[in-house]
């Protein structure tokens, strides 16, 4: 790492860095073209864009599940915290710890709520009751769910509401303390109601990490980022402050997508 | 609509079939309890007996009980338990066996196979199942049972080891027909698994083998079951095989390297002896009529368990 780079991870400028990203599937499919673009630390970065234009291809692969996807090829370089996180030698356990995840529908575990938290805590091998029961409450708590599920955490995961279910699956990604979130349309699949809970834990996440969310939503993605992204067609067409790049967009494809009159 | 018509008549047609197995057998198989007493198909008494050179008699000494199946025999013995253990005892070590290594197959076709080594494996699997049992007990029969013998003989089984043709063999010919249904239905049970499931398993830094542990397996455990029990009701169900190389004897030992013969292997040697309506061939009756009501109780497990699977799967 370089002086430069050093300070800039210690002031949190850049905390993640995609630089001249290429993606391709099946060996020759180009899903994203040269993508170069960072987040500073604990701001919320929205990546909107129409369906098949890369958005979430990009967030899959700052943690690598994108590599579950036979036949795929990264190219270039994304650094987290100054680290890279791409190449053969990546401790993906640890990685993936850093970089939690939230999915596009709520896919909580068939299991108690309890277990469903402590799931990722178990993995990385904490046994311990007292510090189990710690955890749970405080990412239950930071997930804005502790109040309506504290008397029934044995209860199925799968007997919450839709909403309840996706902000569990924020608490699970929590546990294990990550500093980056990557939601990939974490309200797709909600109600106006579910939605407006999850984008408020947003602002109140924001605080103590770093966002990169998805959305097909560009109000959403006015309401709760800092800054915005656009993709098209696997490329980034422009990206700035969210009020900026909302009020006055410097492209054309830009202005034309966020007044409807495309994509 | 004719068409729905003749398809409701087809509909109804196994529904009836299936019925009327039901009654036919245990309409016969209970006359067998009008024939014997009830303790008859249990175990036969054998009187003792001495010739007394005083008298010029035969005295009855005592009684011995013993658990024998030969219904040719004067007086006829109707014990049917030694058939039952033979049974079972192929069918349950059929079981372990086949589901240790189905269960295993499923787990490496659904998460570890790469698209080509499943597209090679699974069709083999599938061909395997089609392959008619009799063959199977041939090839058990003719090529396999001396090799097993053989290699029992390194294990230092030689001692126990009394039939060529025993529970083991005949298990594991059942096991040929049974692992593939087991591994195939457990590989479509954990893909039933949704794959949101996974990579939020991976998502928070489990490896791929904490996420089959933890993650895959749990929630499709109930189709995981479901295989087995199935698998159970093959191997329970299993004929020639059984009859080509499991022995064919009626007894009852613990040693599983000694002959037994099963229900069905009974049913299949003996139908065409057994005079009509004689008690014998009730009993064979019976005999059905027992397999027929295991195999629907173990359909019914399989189902009921199959929709807890659905409920629990709901995402």
């Known amino acids: 790492m370089t002086e430069k780079s050093k300070d800039a991870v210690q002031s949190g400028k850049e905390y993640v860095q995609i630089r001249n990203l290429n993606v391709f599937y099946n060996h020759d499919k180009q899903a994203l073209h040269d993508v170069t673009l960072s987040v500073d630390r604990n701001k919320v970065l929205a990546l909107i864009g129409p369906s098949g234009c890369g958005k979430s291809t990009l967030i899959k692969a700052v943690n690598r599940i994108l590599d579950l996807i036979p036949e795929t090829r990264i190219e270039g370089d994304i650094r987290v915290g100054g680290e890279t996180v791409l190449g053969p030698q990546i401790d993906m356990t640890e990685l993936r710890q850093r970089v939690g995840m939230v999915f596009q529908r709520p896919n909580p575990f068939p299991q108690t709520i309890y277990d469903n938290v402590a799931y990722g805590l178990r993995i990385h091998g904490v ?7 710690e955890i749970v409450e405080w990412a239950l708590r930071n997930s804005a769910l502790w109040e309506e599920v504290k008397d029934r955490l044995k209860a199925s995961a799968m007997d919450l509401s839709g909403g309840q279910q996706q902000r569990l699956c924020i608490a699970r990604a929590l546990a294990v303390q990550p500093d980056v979130l990557l939601m ?13 809970k999850i984008e408020e834990l947003i602002q109140a996440l924001k605080k103590d990490y770093t966002i990169l969310i998805v959305t097909h939503n560009m109000q959403q993605a006015a309401r709760v980022s800092n800054y915005t992204a656009l993709m098209w067609l696997g490329k980034l067409i422009e990206h700035g402050k969210t009020k900026d790049f909302f009020t006055n967009p410097k492209e054309k494809i830009t202005e034309d997508y966020i007044t409807g009159r495309s994509g | 609509m004719l068409v729905e018509k003749v398809l409701l008549v087809c509909g109804l047609l196994s529904t009836i079939t299936i019925a009327l197995i039901f009654i036919f057998l245990f309409k016969e198989g209970f006359k067998a309890f009008s024939d014997a007493g009830i303790t008859e198909f249990l175990y036969s008494v054998t009187q003792q007996t001495q010739y007394n050179p005083a008298t010029d008699e035969i005295e009855v000494t005592g009684e011995s ?19 039952l253990w033979g049974s079972f005892g192929v069918a349950f070590l059929a079981a372990i066996i086949s589901t240790l290594a189905g269960i295993a197959i499923g787990i490496f076709l659904s998460e570890m196979a790469t698209r080509r080594v499943r597209d090679l494996v699974k069709p083999a699997l599938e061909l395997l199942v089609g392959i008619p049992t009799v063959v199977i007990g041939f090839f058990m029969l003719a090529v396999l ?13 030689d001692g126990i080891y009394r039939d060529t043709y025993n529970m083991m063999v005949g298990a594991l010919g059942v096991s040929i027909v049974i692992i593939p249904v087991i591994a195939s239905l457990v590989d479509d049970a954990l893909r039933a698994v949704p794959k949101d499931l996974r990579a939020a398993s991976l998502g928070v830094g489990a490896t791929r083998w904490q996420t089959t542990w933890r993650v895959v397996l749990p929630a499709g455990v109930s189709g995981v079951v479901a295989a087995v029990v199935l698998g159970f009701g093959r191997a329970f169900g299993e004929t020639m095989i059984v009859l080509m190389c499991a022995g064919n004897a009626p007894q009852m030992s613990m040693n599983p390297f000694e002959g037994v013969r099963t229900m069905t292997a009974s049913i299949a040697a003996e139908m065409g002896t057994a005079a009509q309506g004689s008690t014998w061939q009730h009993t064979l009756f019976l005999l059905g009529a027992i397999l027929v009501s295991i195999s629907f109780v173990l359909n019914l497990t399989v189902e009921v368990i199959a929709n807890r699977y659905r409920k629990r799967i709901r995402l």
Do not use: H
């Open chain 1, 127 to 133: 046994r311990d009751r007292g510090t189990l029961d």
């Open chain 1, 184 to 196: 990939d349309e974490p309200c797709s699949a909600l109600d106006p109601i579910a939605t407006g």
């Open chain 2, 65 to 83: 009980i013993g658990f024998v199946w030969q219904p040719a025999g004067t007086p006829p013995r109707l014990s049917i338990l030694p058939l």
């Open chain 2, 145 to 157: 049972a001396r090799p097993i013998r053989e290699s029992a003989g390194f294990l230092g089984l």
